[in-house]
Structure formats: C-alpha cells, structure tokens
C-alpha cells in the first residue's frame, strides 16, 4: 500500500514592491501554493538554482536585473526554458502586450487578483486550483 502525498504547485514571485509581492504571494498561498519570492531578476535566478518552481510571476521594471533580462535568462537555460512566467507591468511601464516571451500578462493598476485566476487558469488549467481554499 502506498500513500502518495500531493505535492502543492511552487511559485516564485519576484518584484521590488514589498506591497505587490505580499499580495500576489497570500494570493497563491490560499490557492495551495509554496510560494517563495524576490526583490528582483537576479535574486529570482538565486531561487531557481535551488528550486525549479512550477511559475513565476515577475515585474518588467525592478533594479539589479529587470524582469525581461530574467525571462531571458530563464529562456536559455534548457531547465527552465518551459516555466510559465506572468508579467506584472503598470499599464504607463512601456510594457510592450506583445512580449510573447511570457504566456500571459497582468497590469498593476487592475483588480490584480481577478487577473491573476485568469493567468493561472490560462497557463495551469485546472490544476492550479486543486489545493483552493474555496477563496
């Protein structure tokens, strides 16, 4: 007989704003996730040689390493290539809709947590909401 535990989803969330990070980390803790985060690109990529998680959520504008010089980090390397990242820009960032190195975007100056269960469902399906809480 063998019991398997369910491994809960990881996420990384990277972003300067300690406000936008706490957010979106409570946000994808009440789903289930593991949630570790970072003040910026490089700090991320530090995460992600410890831990490959399942997405990650970065800004566009932070200092040390912007969150495009992450995704391109994280794009030619053949372990991470794959990870599903969302963007988190204000709409007034110069965040070009058309980055098509990430699968989904997300503005600041929005509900943000309505944009992020649109995100998720997008880029997890289903089954970023396996462990909810019923939030």
């Known amino acids: 007989m063998s019991i398997e535990k369910e491994v809960p989803l990881s996420a990384l969330v990277v972003d300067d704003s300690m406000l936008i990070r706490h957010t979106v980390c409570r946000f994808l803790e009440d789903l289930g996730f593991s949630v570790e985060s970072a003040t910026n690109g ?35 390397n053949p372990e991470t290539a794959a990870v599903p990242v969302i963007v988190l820009a204000g709409r007034s960032s110069g965040f070009q809709e058309g980055e098509r190195r990430a699968n989904f975007a997300i503005f600041k100056d929005i509900d943000i947590e309505d944009q992020l269960r649109k995100g998720l469902q997008t880029v997890l399906g289903d089954k970023a909401f396996a462990n909810s809480s019923g939030r």
């Open 42 to 76: 490089l700090e991320a990529l530090e995460h992600v040689k410890r831990r490959i998680p399942h997405l990650i959520i970065t800004d566009m504008s932070m200092p040390k390493m912007t969150g495009g010089d992450l995704i391109t980090a994280l794009r030619s």
